[in-house]
């Protein structure tokens, strides 16, 4: 088969244009994704009924949101091999069958055991879901434009998902029972398995010997299982705790053998070359950066809102719906801007937006309100989610070999997670240290604060990397003009698509 000619299921015609059905397949992907991030954060408001009706320890409940978070980061890189191996449609439908069955245990768990060896499956698909979908994006919309104008889509589909398991949690807690916060996947499952075999193309698939280079799957899945679990569990246990620095140390040893597993292994799961593309190292460098400010100020303004605001957990949903909102208007804003002048300077605006919203939040006080406090920060840090988020995706995905996209995209999404997990420790840390004053309320305040101006530092921190990334691309003059074409920065990889 021709390697330019993607999958099994060529645009009706027999044309190599692009494929009509594009769009609906983006919705039934996007939909898909929408469940796997929905189902990463939806459990946080239902734990304390989860927690009296199976029996949990008040520590042991919180194993139902982290073994889903742990199986999920940890496997990201080898479903997404899965997809360059076996093809990334079939893995797709594959972990969707695997999610629906594991989301319907997980509703009718009967002890605490079942719910947390459930969640670690439900993770694993997600694992597999999220890599594989995006490689499935990434073959159905040719670089430029489109692809653009899809990873915007995708993005604030992500970013809303995020903000909608806090929007919807309480109330299907509340008023059906916390079962029906695994029930709600069954629907939307039935509905991608459905439909998947019609809209969706299969992504190429790397010829030659399959290999899943086990040692390497093994080593790097436990390495970012343990560096996860490590940023979790420091803000209980302390940074300079023998348990974290002990993790974070193997973590790290794990890493070094996985590179040396790699440079020696035939059929490798992570070939070392794809990282001698500055682009693409600087735009995962970027997400995780994203990331950690994303997840670590969206932790710090529910606490801020519901500890000293006094906000319900259903209030608070519904008044970050601002932020929510404008993650989605920057993230499709951002591509066809990223197609016209390039992804460098809109990664620049992403982030100058994303550190001048986490100053605006910096400044909230002990007797402070909506309005006065969160409206206009959570205004512009949405903003710069949505833009900073859709052109780190754009980086770190130009110009990828087309049997090496759902690769691609598992080093993504597992940076994002890594970087999430890293974000709340940091910010939840900060918080903690800071926290003092003469009352309760004063005391909270300025932990958060502290915590505030934590986030901006990752913003910053992502500013610098944009700039040198605009840097790289000044210098070399003799590459393609075609901002728009993403990728057109690596002209033989992309030729290699044709």
Same mark, same amino acid.
């Given at each position: ?6 999958? !099994? ?88 069958? /695997? ?51 899809? /990873? ?13 398991? *806090? ?22 499952? *039935? ?8 809209? +969706? ?28 679990? @490590? ?27 996985? @590179? ?24 995962? /460098?970027?997400?995780?950066?994203? @990331? ?104 770190? *995905?130009?110009?990828?070999? @087309? ?8 080093? !993504? ?30 005391? +909270? ?23 040198? *990334?605009? /840097? ?27």
């Amino acid at each position: 088969m021709d390697r330019g000619q993607v999958g !099994n299921s060529p645009p009706p015609g027999g044309g190599a244009g692009p494929d009509p059905r594009r769009w609906k397949a983006l919705a039934l992907l996007c939909a898909a994704y929408f469940m796997v991030i929905v189902d990463s954060q939806i459990v946080i408001l239902a734990l304390p009924e989860i927690e009296s009706d199976l029996g949990f320890s008040a520590g042991g409940v919180q194993w139902v949101l982290s073994a889903y978070l742990l199986s999920f980061g940890g496997l990201l890189l080898f479903g997404g091999r899965t997809a360059d191996l076996l093809g990334g449609r079939r893995m797709f439908m594959v972990g969707t069958v /695997l999610f629906l069955v594991s989301s319907v245990v997980c509703g009718l768990a009967w002890t605490s055991e079942v719910l947390v060896v459930t969640r670690v499956i439900q993770g694993i698909a997600a694992a597999i879901m999220a890599p594989t979908a995006m490689a499935v994006l990434m073959t159905t919309f040719g670089e430029g434009s489109e692809r653009n104008r899809a /990873l915007g889509i995708w993005t604030g589909i992500g970013a809303f998902g995020a903000t909608a398991a *806090l929007l919807i949690g309480g109330p299907i807690t509340e008023g059906l029972g916390w079962e029906w916060i695994f029930f709600i996947n069954i629907p939307i499952a *039935l509905v991608v398995l459905v439909l998947g075999p019609r809209l +969706l193309r299969e992504t190429p698939i790397s010829e030659g010997k399959r290999s899943f280079d086990p040692a390497g799957a093994i080593t790097i899945t436990a390495a970012i299982a343990l560096l996860i679990y @490590a940023v979790v569990e420091a803000p209980e246990v302390g940074w300079g705790d023998g348990q974290t620095i002990g993790l974070i140390v193997a973590a790290a040893v794990l890493v070094v053998v996985f @590179a040396l597993i790699e440079k020696r292994a035939a059929s490798p799961l992570v070939p070392l070359r794809i990282f001698r593309s500055p682009t693409m190292v600087g735009g995962n /460098l970027m997400m995780l950066l994203v @990331a950690m400010a994303t997840y670590g100020g969206a932790l710090i303004t529910s606490l801020y809102a519901q500890q000293v605001l006094a906000y319900t957990a259903v209030f608070f949903g519904l008044s970050t719906a601002i932020y929510s909102a404008m993650s989605i208007v920057g993230s499709n804003i951002s591509g066809p801007v990223a197609t016209r002048f390039g992804f460098k300077p809109v990664a620049v605006v992403g982030t100058v937006l994303l550190g001048i919203g986490t100053l605006l939040l910096a400044q909230v006080s002990a007797d402070g309100d909506y309005f006065g406090d969160l409206f206009w920060g959570l205004l512009v840090f949405g903003s710069g989610i949505g833009t900073t988020v859709v052109a780190s995706s754009i980086a770190a *995905l130009s110009g990828v070999r @087309a049997n090496e996209s759902g690769l691609a995209s598992g080093i !993504n999404n597992s940076v994002f997670q890594i970087g999430a997990a890293l974000g709340i420790a940091v910010c939840s840390s900060v918080a903690m240290a800071y926290t003092s004053g003469p009352t309760e309320r004063v005391a +909270l305040t300025e932990g958060f604060q502290a915590a505030f101006f934590a986030t901006a530092a990752m913003a910053g921190i992502g500013l610098v990397v944009a700039l040198v *990334l605009l /840097l790289i691309r000044q210098s070399k003059p003799g590459q393609s003009t075609e901002t728009g074409q993403v990728g057109a920065e690596q002209p033989t990889a992309v030729a290699s698509r044709d």
